[in-house]
């Protein structure tokens, strides 16, 4: 059985844009990453996460493979929340090991991409003939607000694939408290983070030789474009990404390659580009085990288990709220 309904915002939910208008008019420019996910930046995603520069994705699945079972008759029966769902691709491991052991399970994806989401809901209701899935079209602020009732005792609310470091610190902090406040006490919190590593192997996962990693930088235009009826001219932008070293985390530019000036009417926004300016897209920042530890647990999510690789590129968390 699969269900849909559309996460409602907050009261405190901005007017749809006015992040757009914020940030393209402050200096130096940024955008929020939630731009980059119309359906075809979401392929695009799913195309990234099988390049072979592009360590982080199969580095997770395979601590997946190995502790999936762990994971499972740790948390036993309950409701997955997965926040930013995609193809659920990794996801299916855990579906595999709750499979295996017979144990129920209520999955629960949570994307800003509804044709994603349906797609890759449909999917696994041909695999999985005992699952029930609630599908919640939203961003993560305003589904952790709004989750659907529990059909279990236990959540257990994942939140893999690395997107953890696309938060600068203070938001990070934010989201850490909306997690500890959407959890009941004995619920649990699934974390995936990438960990410091050197510049060269960072650098060459967001700059792939095919040129995807590109594509999906600036189809946040694209995006752009169609959502607000903007005229971004792709051709005139170019994709930069770099590893800052001082505060660990790779960023993501779109470099404007002339002067120029764009609208989106919609918002009726105008916006100045100069030669060489740059408008930053994402940050990806790469974490430390024992700090990571210690600010999950100011608010309230105690760390029960660690799962790394034999590289010590990537972590997941298991986590509580006691």
Request: aromatic share 10%.
């Given at each position: 059985?699969?269900?849909?309904r559309?996460a409602?915002p907050?009261?405190?939910a901005e ?8 940030g ?11 731009y ?5 930046g979401?392929?695009?995603f ?5 390049l ?5 994705t ?6 997946l493979?190995?502790q ?5 008759q740790?948390v036993?029966a309950?409701d997955?929340v997965e926040l ?14 709750y499979?295996q052991?017979g ?5 629960v994806?949570?994307?800003?991409s509804?044709?994603m ?13 005992a ?19 529990a059909?279990?005792?236990r959540?257990m609310v994942?939140?893999i694939?690395?997107?953890l ?11 850490m408290?909306q ?17 410091h ?8 996962a967001?700059?792939?030789?095919q ?5 999906f ?5 694209a995006h752009?474009?169609?959502r607000f ?11 930069v990404?770099?590893?800052n070293?001082?505060?660990r ?11 120029q ?10 916006v100045p580009?100069?030669a060489g300016?740059?408008?930053l ?6 974490f430390?085990l024992?700090?990571l ?9 105690q760390?029960?288990h ?14 509580q709220?006691?």
């Amino acid at each position: 059985m699969v269900e849909y309904r559309l996460a409602l915002p907050g009261a405190d939910a901005e007017v749809e844009g006015q992040d757009v208008i914020t940030g393209l008019r402050q200096t130096p420019k940024a955008l929020p990453p939630k731009y980059f996910y119309d359906d075809q930046g979401s392929r695009l995603f799913e195309h990234i996460t099988a390049l072979p520069e592009y360590y982080p994705t199969r580095t997770e699945r395979g601590i997946l493979l190995a502790q999936g079972s762990a994971i499972s008759q740790r948390v036993g029966a309950c409701d997955l929340v997965e926040l930013g769902s995609g193809s659920a691709s990794k996801t299916r491991i855990l579906l595999d090991a709750y499979q295996q052991q017979g144990t129920p399970l209520h999955y629960v994806p949570v994307d800003v991409s509804g044709g994603m989401l349906e797609d890759t809901a449909h999917q696994l209701l041909r695999d999985y003939p005992a699952l029930t899935v609630h599908g919640v079209v939203g961003t993560y602020d305003a589904a952790l607000a709004h989750l659907p009732a529990a059909k279990f005792p236990r959540r257990m609310v994942a939140f893999i694939g690395s997107t953890l470091g696309n938060l600068p610190p203070q938001r990070c902090t934010a989201f850490m408290q909306q997690v500890a406040q959407a959890l009941e006490p004995g619920d649990y919190f699934l974390l995936g983070v990438d960990l410091h590593k050197d510049r060269a192997l960072l650098e060459a996962a967001y700059n792939d030789a095919q040129g995807v990693t590109a594509a999906f930088n600036l189809n946040m235009l694209a995006h752009l474009n169609w959502r607000f009826q903007g005229n971004f001219d792709l051709s005139q932008f170019r994709h930069v990404a770099f590893y800052n070293e001082g505060d660990r985390q790779i960023e993501m530019h779109i470099e404007s390659l002339r002067d120029q000036t764009v609208t989106l009417k919609d918002l009726d926004l105008t916006v100045p580009f100069g030669a060489g300016e740059r408008l930053l897209s994402e940050i990806s920042r790469k974490f430390d085990l024992d700090q990571l530890g210690q600010d999950l647990q100011r608010h309230g999510l105690q760390v029960l288990h660690t799962f790394s690789d034999p590289q010590g590129w990537f972590a997941l968390l298991l986590c509580q709220r006691p």
